[in-house]
């Protein structure tokens, strides 16, 4: 953050503020920590804050603190529209482009309150009075780690506040593998524990909660994974019908993506899950190495993200969107194989 966006916040945040806090539509452990943690960081400094989730999020999520006050903007919704009305501040975290809120992109336009936004992904919009932004940070939460520093509040980094951000820069860099983990990033979390985190409960709470279910949900996703070695390339499929088969519940292929690029030679991993509510395929992307997945996403499937972590959709149906895959990979094949 340069020194002037320092000052403008310190003067927005000088006197009560009416602040709605927001993180992106189906919001992982970053955005809910980097909302919940702002939201903690800004309750205690005596504003009226309220963190606006505009979808519903998976249980592994819902003991961090202070979610019991989340307000759903699809279930709450007049009260989610009437607090953003009224707000004369608006932090957006974790996401970069208003449509990345789904339905609540509207209201946020409309929106008078002046917008503060933290994000780590490519290709910042510009709706924001202070930008915060930074592509080579871990994390939204690490970020927000930074700004309470900016402040100079270090020292009210709390027990709900530190859990929230260790949360956060955990589930965003896989436990701290990812190559954005920096030794700056290790230092930000052993602040965090020496503030009140409690690395071993939080840990547990988002990776011990698999049901029986979901374990046999990966399996099925396993079995369906397609690997096309002349590409380096691993795909999953998931259809509706068989997550209906699981008991599918919202987050429970969290991370199934990921176990393509643990196979030898594979630089590029998939998953199309099919999701007939909203008439489309929900892709995530990964890959390691130079490979972007953000180009390859915002290129043909109408998503983006980060270098190496990236999402999309396709409106075709699950093998109309593997076939036109199949087809624009074959586009690809040199920068696959370097
Ligand atoms: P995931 O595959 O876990 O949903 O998302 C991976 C990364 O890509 C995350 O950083 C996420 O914020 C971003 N992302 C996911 N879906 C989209 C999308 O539809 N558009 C954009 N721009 N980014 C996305
Ligand atoms: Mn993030």
Known sequence: M????????????????????????????????AALAVYAFLKDKGHEANVI??????????????????????????????????????????????????????????????????DHHQQPGDYA???????????TCEMVYNFIDFLGETDNITKAIAT?????????????????????????V????DKGAENMEIHQHVFDTNSPSRLHLLGVALSNMVILSEYRTAYITLTQDELDAHDYKKG??????????????????????????EGIIKISLRSVGDFSVNEFARAHFNGG????????????????TVARFQEILTNYKSELNP
């Open 53 to 118: 989730s505009p979808n519903d999020y998976p249980k592994f999520l819902k003991w961090m603190p202070g979610n019991d006050d989340v307000v759903n903007f699809e279930r709450e919704n007049q009260k989610a529209q009437q607090l953003l009305q009224e707000a004369n501040l608006i932090f957006t975290l974790d996401f970069n482009d208003l449509s990345r809120v789904g339905q609540m992109e509207t209201a946020l336009k409309e929106a008078s309150a002046d917008f503060i936004m933290i």
């Open 305 to 320: 993200g980060h270098t190496n972590a990236a999402g999309g959709r396709s409106d075709l149906s699950m093998d109309e």
């Open 190 to 193: 052993a602040e965090l524990i």
């Open 2 to 33: 340069n020194p002037e966006d320092i000052t403008t916040v310190k003067s927005l945040l000088s006197q009560p503020q009416k602040i709605a806090i927001i993180p992106h539509k189906n919001p992982d452990g970053d955005a809910m920590g």
């Open 164 to 188: 929230n951000l260790y949360t956060g820069i955990m589930t965003d860099t896989g436990s701290f593998k990812y190559r954005s983990t920096s030794s700056k990033t290790h230092r930000v």
């Open 252 to 277: 429970d292929t969290e991370g199934f993506v990921n176990y393509g690029l643990t196979l030898e030679n594979i630089v590029f991993a998939l998953i199309f899950i099919e999701n007939r509510e």
């Open 129 to 139: 009075k202070v930008t915060y932004s930074d592509v080579s940070m871990s994390s």
